[in-house]
T-cell receptor
C-alpha cells in the first residue's frame, strides 16, 4: 500500500465551483504539505501542517484553504476555483528532512 | 531569499551516454540539498541527498556532491538507461520547518 494517497486523481471543474482535494497517510508522521506543480516552475508550497493544531501558509496560499482533520488527513480546498488554478497538486509527508509524495491530483478548471 | 536554479531541458541522450544536470542554489546558512525524480504519471521520489559541504549523495548509479564554494549540487550518471527518462528536480531545505524549495525541473529523455 502507498504511504500517501490522494483523491481524486483527476478532476475537471468549472470556474466558481468549490473543490476539495484529499490526502491521507498511513505512516503516522506529523508533518504534511500541499504543493502545486506548473510546467517550468517546479513545485511551490501552498500550505503545511506540523500537527492537527498547527497550520501554516506557504509561498502561494491565496485562493486556497486547508483542514487537518486528523493526524492522517490533510485536505486542500479551493473555495471558488479559477482557471489559473489548473495544475498538478501533490501532498507530501516528511520524516526527518526527507519528504515523501503522493501520486498527485490533476485539476483542470474550465 | 533562498532559490534553486537548474539547467533547462529537455536533455536528450542516447543510452549509455554520460549525464550531467547542473544545479546551483542561493541560500543563507547551510541548507540540505536533494535530487527528486518524477517518472511519467507519478509523484516525486527522493533520488539522493546531501546534508553538508563535500557530502556525496548516491543512488541507482546517480551521484551529486555538495559544493559549498560553488553553491552547486550537479547530478551525474556515468551510463544512462532508457528507464532513466523522467523529470529531475533539484531542491533545498533550509531552517527548521522542512520546507522544500524546488528548481524548475529538467526533463531527461534517453533513446535506445
Amino acid at each position: 500500500d502507498a504511504d500517501v494517497t490522494q483523491t481524486p486523481r483527476n478532476r475537471i471543474t468549472k470556474t466558481g465551483k468549490r473543490i476539495m482535494l484529499e490526502c491521507s497517510q498511513t505512516k503516522g508522521h506529523d508533518r504534511m504539505y500541499w504543493y502545486r506543480q506548473d510546467p517550468g516552475l517546479g513545485l511551490r508550497l501552498i500550505y503545511y501542517s506540523f500537527d492537527v493544531k498547527d497550520i501554516n501558509k506557504g509561498e502561494i496560499s491565496d485562493g486556497y484553504s486547508v483542514s487537518r482533520q486528523a493526524q492522517a488527513k490533510f485536505s486542500l480546498s479551493l473555495e471558488s476555483a479559477i482557471p489559473n488554478q489548473t495544475a498538478l497538486y501533490f501532498c507530501a509527508i516528511s520524516r526527518g528532512n526527507e519528504q515523501f509524495f503522493g501520486p498527485g491530483t490533476r485539476l483542470t478548471v474550465l | 531569499g533562498n532559490s534553486v536554479t537548474q539547467m533547462e531541458g529537455p536533455v536528450t541522450l542516447s543510452e549509455e551516454a554520460f549525464l550531467t544536470i547542473n544545479c546551483t542554489y542561493t541560500a543563507t546558512g547551510y541548507p540540505s540539498l536533494f535530487w527528486y525524480v518524477q517518472y511519467p504519471g507519478e509523484g516525486l521520489q527522493l533520488l539522493l541527498k546531501a546534508t553538508k559541504a563535500d557530502d556525496k549523495g548516491s543512488n541507482k548509479g546517480f551521484e551529486a556532491t555538495y559544493r559549498k564554494e560553488t553553491t552547486s549540487f550537479h547530478l551525474e550518471k556515468g551510463s544512462v538507461q532508457v528507464s532513466d527518462s523522467a523529470v529531475y528536480f533539484c531542491a533545498l531545505i533550509w531552517g527548521g520547518y522542512n520546507k522544500l524549495i524546488f528548481g524548475a525541473g529538467t526533463r531527461l529523455a534517453v533513446h535506445p
